[in-house]
Every structure is written in structure tokens, then in C-alpha cells.
């Protein structure tokens, strides 16, 4: 709620004008009130005040308080013609992010609009898509029904025809689905002969042109190591177009039925924050004793958070906190089964790296065998947050993580 004061007339100084607002108003005059505006007094909520009418021109935002006049909101002058209030998105699912994409029937996102949020094996014959917004996420699309026949990745963007898709002018979307969400340090190898074998290559970013930049683009086996990565046809990620989660291909001609890879690219997802669950007790990874003093923060699961102190998020390789966003999650002294894990400064060498899914295990990529566990017990640290090698008799090892 706000309540905007008019300014009077000189014949009407001693008449007040006021105006109670507590939903969006495209243009104040319908409602009988004058567009100069002398003083604001937002009650609650935060708003936003545009000078012309359907929420355009200039904008002002209005957070709880007093506005005494024009210079306090931050205009020239006191004409404010429409208001919105500032009101947060809705969520089906609290607590989790969405993934969707737009599908619209004519380019320039024109004609019917078709919201998708989960996996599609077969769209509608009605449904023929020239135009898409994604707006959360990654997407494949298909030219065939049950993600069969020629693909297509789209990271989030606008997409007003075919070509900015990079789609043949007479393609037709059958099925799209997600592109999994996958938190590690991309890596592919190559290799010049079958089953794994020759000349192997290692790499960890895109390539745009495989040619140009001294890489043999006959290639005969791939392995993914780590992440999603999309290998195209040709050069500038033209042509056929595959996406590969971690796997073995042992002959690559065989499985892609063409003989080249002219580019490829690694997928990668915009920052998300996420709280990390233990799957077996149920409560969340989060830092104790504070980290603005002192160089290092104890890592422990327990039910009682201390504030941010249980959200994180990903970041080439390492997992941060919000509330250190210049440390990390590093091992605490010789690396050892057991070893203590804590939040450290990042000048410390090696500068530790992590991979992780949304459920399972968090595996360290600097000391591999090695994963994230509970100590456990009935010592004082029985909360503590340790490294250990992997086993599938320690349920304390599998975790989920929750996007906020």
C-alpha cells in the first residue's frame, strides 16, 4: 500500500488530494487523481512509479517510507502517471529452479504461445515451433518424436527464428527435453585411433574451429570426462549437432555416422545457489564459528543453520558460500582418509576442486577416489564434514542438492 498527495491548485490550496494505492495502476487519472505529485508515503511493499501512463517512461522505485517530494524519488519533476507494486514471482515448486522454454507458432516469438517445463517425446502436429524463448535452463530440441533424428541445443536466450537456433528453414520440433544439470569442471579426450586408443587430447573449453586452432579433427574414439559437452559437425558449431554426457565412445564414425568433429563446447549453466542435504540424516552442509575474522570455517551438517551459512554455489570447480564468497571447501591439513574438510582461503595450494550431480556423491576432482562424508561417532565432531574413499557401504556419502 502507498498513498500518493496531489498538488493542489492555487484555488485549492486548502483542499488535499490524496490517492490510496494498493494494486498496479496503469494511468492515475481514470481513478480521478491529477499526475503532479507533491509527496509519496509508501506503507508497505516496494513499488515502482513511471512517468507516463502503462508503466512507461521513466522509473522511480519506492521502498517503505516518506517521500516529501520529487528529488526524494529521484525525478526533476513531480509527474508520475501509473505504479506497480514490486511482488515476487510465483513458484510451484518452492525451493526448486524451473526449466522452460517458450515455443512460439511464427518468428518473432508472434502467433500461439506454447510453455513448456518438462521433457516433451512427442509436441502436437498443431504445435509447429519457429520462434522460442528459454527462459531457465538448457533445452535440446529434436527433429524427431522420443528425442530421436537431429538436435539442437539452446542455452537460455531469445531465439526469433531458425537460423539464431542454428536450424535448417524447414526444420520441425518433435520432442525437446532439459539438458541435465551437471556441477564439475568440464574435460574431454580425443583420440586418433578406436577404443581409446593413439593420440589422446585433453580438453577443457570450447574449441571453435578444430583446424585452426592445431587439433586433427578425424577423430576415431571420444571419451567424456567430466560435464556436458556438445560436439558439432563443423567448424563455428555448424552442422550436426551431439550431446554427450560422461561415456565412452569407442568409434566415433559408428556411433555419429559422420567422420569429423569441426567444433565443440562444453554446456555450461548460469550460477545457481543450492543448499547440500545429507540423504541420510536429512539435515544441510553449512559453516559454524563464523568466517569474517578469522581464515578458515568449520564444515560441519547439523539442524541448526546460523543463517546463510548453509547456502552455496559453484564456481569453476569450486564450491563457496554465500557468506565467503572468497573461500572454499578445501581439505584441512595432510590428505588422508578422514581428513577434516573446512572453508579456507583460497591462497592455500593446491586450490581444491569438486564435482557433483544433483544426488549422489560430491567427489574431489584434485584427489580423486576421495569424497565428501560425515565423520560421525560420538565424539564432539561427530558433525564434522570429512573426506574418505569412496564406498557404497557409507550412506553418509550420497547427498541431494536443493536449488533456491
Known sequence: MLVMYAQPDEEEVEQENTFEVTEAIPDV???????????????????????????????????????????????????????QP????????????????MLYTEPYFQGECHVCDKNQESLSDKLIAKSCRVVGG????????????????????????????????????????????????????????????????????EVVNMLEEGYNNHLLSVRVNRGCWVMCEHSNYRGRQFLLEPIEITNWPKFSQIF?????????????????????????????????????????VTEQVEGMSDIWFYQEGLIKNKLAPAMS?????????????????????????????????????????????????KQYDRDHVVILPESEERPCQQWELELL
Not at 61 to 74: H, M, P, R, T, V
Not at 171 to 186: D, G
Request: aromatic share 10%; net charge neutral; hydrophobic share 35%.
Open 329 to 377: 571447501l578445501q581439505v584441512m591439513g595432510n590428505v588422508e582418509a578422514g581428513a577434516k574438510v573446512v572453508l579456507w582461503s583460497e591462497t592455500r595450494q593446491p586450490v581444491q576442486t569438486w564435482s557433483a550431480q544433483m544426488r549422489g556423491t560430491i567427489c574431489s576432482l584434485t584427489f580423486p577416489g576421495m569424497v565428501l562424508d560425515i565423520k560421525g561417532g
Open 260 to 300: 569429423t568433429i569441426g567444433s565443440m563446447y562444453p554446456v555450461r549453466q548460469r550460477r545457481h545457489f543450492f543448499r547440500i542435504k545429507s540423504k541420510e540424516r536429512g539435515h544441510f552442509l553449512s559453516i559454524q564459528g563464523g568466517v569474517e575474522e578469522i581464515k578458515s570455517g568449520r564444515v560441519v
Open 29 to 83: 487519472e481514470l481513478f480521478g487523481y491529477r499526475t503532479t505529485t507533491c509527496s509519496i508515503h509508501v506503507l508497505s511493499g516496494a513499488w515502482i512509479a513511471y512517468s507516463h501512463v502503462d508503466f512507461s517512461g521513466d522509473q522511480y522505485i519506492l521502498e517503505k517510507g516518506f517521500y516529501s517530494n520529487s528529488a526524494d524519488w529521484g525525478s526533476s519533476d513531480n509527474h508520475i502517471c501509473s505504479v
Open 138 to 205: 538448457s533445452w535440446v530440441v529434436y527433429e524427431g518424436r522420443e528425442f530421436s533424428g537431429n538436435l539442437y541445443i539452446l542455452s537460455e536466450g531469445d531465439y526469433p527464428n531458425f537460423t539464431s537456433m542454428g536450424c535448417p528453414p524447414n526444420c520441425v520440433i518433435l520432442s525437446l527435453k532439459t539438458v541435465p544439470l551437471v556441477f564439475s569442471v568440464p574435460s574431454v579426450s580425443l583420440f586418433g585411433l578406436e577404443c581409446l586408443e593413439g593420440r589422446e587430447i585433453t580438453v577443457d573449453t
Open 86 to 101: 514490486i511482488l515476487q514471482a510465483p513458484s510451484e515448486n518452492q525451493g526448486s529452479v524451473r526449466s522452460v522454454v
